[in-house]
């Protein structure tokens, strides 16, 4: 088969109910990537990206950055690191190098198995979906995602390819699973299943196998703090995998129904909405409040938010960029936060956060914290300090919480003493 590069794109966007409408065309030339809304869509749907995307007719040139040269709304659909990985091998085993390959090769492979609501048609021929229609045993998947992570082997199965367009470094599938039966598993929906991501490990990373346990322990401790995390639930591993578990997470993009049509929620990271480089700190928590404000038209929305920048510069959840920060377009027209996701503990080497705290990347002071309270509408500082107190309270069962899924005692332990630094770092806060 011989490369022929994409240079038209229809995009297509999936509604609740599971109706799907042509939103628009991609097109690419010498000049770059153009992205124009069908007219009948200008009619009757919502613009996906309110603060760069004009909502019109017109033809709309991409940015040449930070999204390879696309628009923020359509980069959301391609997968980070380990996606990018699957991808690149798929296209060398037809003998294409990724050199070759343009953003809008990527966004034709990825079809519509990306998250959220959008689907790009026609779909690449070097997309393989073969096998993805039969059932699936997840042990198999996680092992073989462990053995490619790891790079102990240069083979990558189908089935692997077909589940693996998720963003995100770590080795992961998207899957479906029906009737509460977490072993075996599909890469295409049948009516009623429901959609999760299960995140695999390997001893490389940061946290080794444990990597689940301790994400898992952090979502719980999330939902103590009052922040809305999604549904997961820790699977069991095979012995093979040096893991006792895996995570999984339910999709809050993903509408499940009875019928052949399963819905879809519309979903725009911060990176995408505010063409913040999530590769580099590019994204401030000031920001990122105002935004959320004016995008939910909710002064709720900066108050979450505000909680949610406090319980990572508490959890030491460092690793807080704008691609780990999304919203939600429902089918009127209305913008949500989407739940609070990636959230672990994961220092950065020099210790700053991804997300800066009014320009701070560790231990703002306190008069800049209550800025980002005062941004994100609180009525007083009194009532802000009682967020930082409910999140504080939260983390100090982290032990307890941490121990009942499982981490090991000396990996509390090391969690544990940096957590106390941190604290102590930024105890003025209630000071």
Known sequence: MSFSPVRKLEVWRTFTNGQQRLLGHLAQNRQGVYFQYDSDYLSHGANLSPFHLNWDAGLQLAPSTPHRGLHGAFADSLPDGWGTLLMDRAFRQHGILPAQISAMDRLAFVGGRGMGALAYRPCSAYANDAETEDALDLHTLGLQAQAVFDGLTEEVMAALLAVGSSGGARPKAQLYFAGGEFRHCRAVPAAGDEAWLVKFTSSSLA??????????????????????????????????SGASHWLALQRFDWVASDGPSHGRRHMHSACGLLDADHRIPSLDYEDLIKASSLLCRSPAAGQVQFRRAMFNLLAVNQDDHSKNWAFLLDDAGHWSLAPFFDVTFSPNHHGEHATAFAGYGQSPPLKVVQRLASVANFASWSDARAVIREVVDSLSCFDAVAANVGVKPGTRALIEKRLSATWKANRHLLD
């Not at 898992?216 to 549904?231: D, F, T």
């Open 207 to 240: 946290l080794g196998h444990e990597e689940g346990l301790c994400e898992a322990a952090y979502l719980q401790l999330a939902e103590r703090a009052g922040l809305v995390v999604p549904n997961w639930r820790l699977l069991p591993a095979p012995a093979a």
